[in-house]
């Protein structure tokens, strides 16, 4: 039976209750963090729970567990599950205050913790010489200032995304005066002259632990990247365009607004890259043993 964990309690996912009076509810004031595992491994815990803690600070909500704590409920929470290939979704948010007020509640309340797993599907990473590529669109970036704190104010990401899926592509990718941000959901990658490229992280993005990895991969195989602005004009020239996550790993992008990218196929860039980000993820998650 599915269970979900919700401050100290592991329950099924019709009996978790939280107060209307949580700030989540009412004002999206929380952030979160999705956590893949495979073979019932979570990958890159470490940078996703730096990534949480930032994003906790920038908001300034006191983290409520240690490290420790953390990743002995995130594996309790895999085990409860099943274990296998999961995504483990966390959130936090400031808590239930006695009434409701813009301002922070004072003295704190104390946070509410919320933990889900959902199936994790095979990604087209897997199996590079067969993947079929997706279909994403080009939209301006709406969203606020600060994209970098992983926030679960998500509506203006949910609007773009739905006008992607309407459009019929799997992702939208962001135009902010002229250059590219990221996804509705993903961080960009482009092959730009036999260069893999990749907007440097600010405030107009989140640094995504998947484009990281890609980033780090890179570098270690001899493979030349770059993290650098990347116009409009770039991206629709681009040989190849990527888009990364942490559920999806490394997508390529096969067509961007009706337009084929390069030979309307996943480049061999985006293959050699795949592959090295596969074998990666089997020796850390064990996957070689199965």
Not at 37 to 45: D, I, S
Not at 84 to 94: E, F
Request: net charge negative.
């Amino acid at each position: 039976m599915t269970q979900v964990y919700l401050n100290g309690n592991f329950m099924a996912p019709d009996q978790a209750r939280i107060s209307p009076l949580d700030r989540g509810f009412l004002f999206a004031d929380g952030v979160y963090e999705v956590i893949p595992a495979y073979n019932g491994v979570l990958f890159r815990f470490d940078e996703h729970l730096q990534r949480l803690e930032r994003s906790l600070a920038e908001i300034g909500i006191h983290n409520p567990h240690d490290p420790a704590q953390w990743r002995s409920l995130c594996d309790s929470l895999v085990a409860h599950n099943g274990g296998g290939n999961l995504s483990v979704y966390l959130q936090i948010t400031r808590g239930a205050a006695q009434k409701r007020d813009h301002a922070f509640p004072v003295p704190p309340v104390t946070p509410t913790v919320f933990m889900m797993t959902s199936p994790v599907a095979v990604p087209a990473a897997d199996s590079p010489d067969t993947a079929q590529g997706s279909l994403a669109i080009t939209l301006d970036d709406i969203r606020w200032a600060r994209c970098d704190i992983k926030s679960i104010s998500l509506l203006p990401n949910s609007l773009l995304r739905q006008q992607a899926v309407e459009a019929g592509a799997a992702e939208a990718i962001l135009l902010r005066d002229g250059f590219v941000t990221e996804g509705s959901a993903s961080n960009v990658f482009i092959v730009r002259n036999g260069t893999i490229v990749t907007p440097p992280k600010c405030h107009a993005i989140l640094g995504g632990i998947t484009r990281d990895l890609v980033v780090e991969l890179c570098v270690a195989e001899g493979l030349p990247v770059a993290e650098q602005e990347i116009s409009e004009s770039q991206l629709r020239q681009a040989e190849e365009i990527w888009v990364t996550s942490s559920t999806r790993e490394i997508v390529p992008i096969i067509q961007l607004n009706n337009s084929p990218v390069g030979s309307g196929q996943p480049g061999p860039v985006w293959k050699t890259v795949a592959r090295h980000y596969v074998n990666f993820k089997r020796r850390l998650c064990g996957l070689d043993q199965e």
